[in-house]
């Protein structure tokens, strides 16, 4: 239908040229096409409904006096191309502008073929794909739930179960008086569930104002032991390092005047520890997750040396403990006080039992004033209270 009413509309346009629109136009200087062309063409022609060959002149129409005798550009003359059935292409050359008769077919026979891809890059294109799909069905689930206002949008994204890596969590900022222990027992989960899911270490502790994953499952985490936060040192020659886990306890050097506490020979409660922290109260015990106790009194209240022995390390924990004091007692014992306010003393300086350290503080990764108290075999922690016959009321108030 479009092909017919185009064939119309030519004709009403040209005068009834159509046919000649048809067949093609080109533009060319004089009477016959290029300046060279002296009006005539060899090939077939009609005449009269039959076909005949030979030189036949061709049709043209000149253009308007106005443009006689002008440059190329302006001058020649309109003339109908005999092309049967083809399209007419453009073509440029010095002589001007011509429209080159064509049938629209491609070169190719029938059509240039596709290039066709090593077998290799099909491959690798396909298994792009299948990641990206399968990419797409696992690794974009719904976000933690409950998420503290407090937290970055890092740890909100990073809230997305990957791959169900991680079991469901969602966000808790630990506030003021917080424990590890509190906050599970606050949700209903077990406290290895905290510690592995937040990466904490055994004897790491949390901070007021940071955001940690409580998971959703009561169970997650039951059996769970974190590695040791204190790295193993033995008892060997006595070092001051640069953190309280770094300084190691061991024998003091022979004619040095280190004053040493009392031997027990194996029996805890013959190395005859005192109270570090005069009229405090029980806040947290030894556990598989805490390397020490928690003793909690007023800020500043003083805090004293368990038992003589020399100062190995007095400074600022990076590790957790803030201002903190390591002090060597000898035959294998030290003992570590953390998050104190304030120091007292300073490192190879001797103490005896019951001296001020240091004052009652929350210093380091701490939600609360409290005294984080160790006590070390050979360098590694264990449970206070076997020093002081598992009595609370010993531990925390001078006898």
Known sequence: M?????RRLAWWADGGWYSTLWKGWHVAKGRGGFPEDDGYYEGDYRNNG?????RNPRRTIPLSPMYEDDDYGHGGALVPYDTG??????AQDETGPVIIAGDGVSMGNPFIKRRERPLTMRLTIIGLITCILVTGMFAITPLGASASNSMSSFQAISGAIVLNKDPAFFWY???????PESIAQKFGVQVGGIYELNSLLAGQE????????????????KDYRPLSFVPSAGDGTTTFGNSPWTSIAGEPAQDSEVICGPNGNGNPAGYQLHSPNWGAYWVRGFTWYHNGVDLAAN???PIHAAQSGQVIWAGWDVGGLGWSVKINHCNHVSTVYGHMDKLEVTVGQIVLVGDVVGLEGSTGWSTGPHLHFMVEWNNEPVDPMSYYNYNEYT???NS
């Open 395 to 397: 531990i925390t108030h």
């Open 299 to 301: 800020e500043g209240n």
């Open 173 to 179: 900022t630990a506030v003021w008086g917080d424990t």
């Open 85 to 90: 059935d083809r399209l007419p292409a453009v």
């Open 2 to 6: 479009g092909y017919v009413l185009w």
């Open 50 to 54: 039959g076909e005949q060959r030979g």
């Open 206 to 221: 949390i901070s007021v104002g940071i955001a940690y994953k409580i998971p959703r499952d009561a169970t997650y985490g």
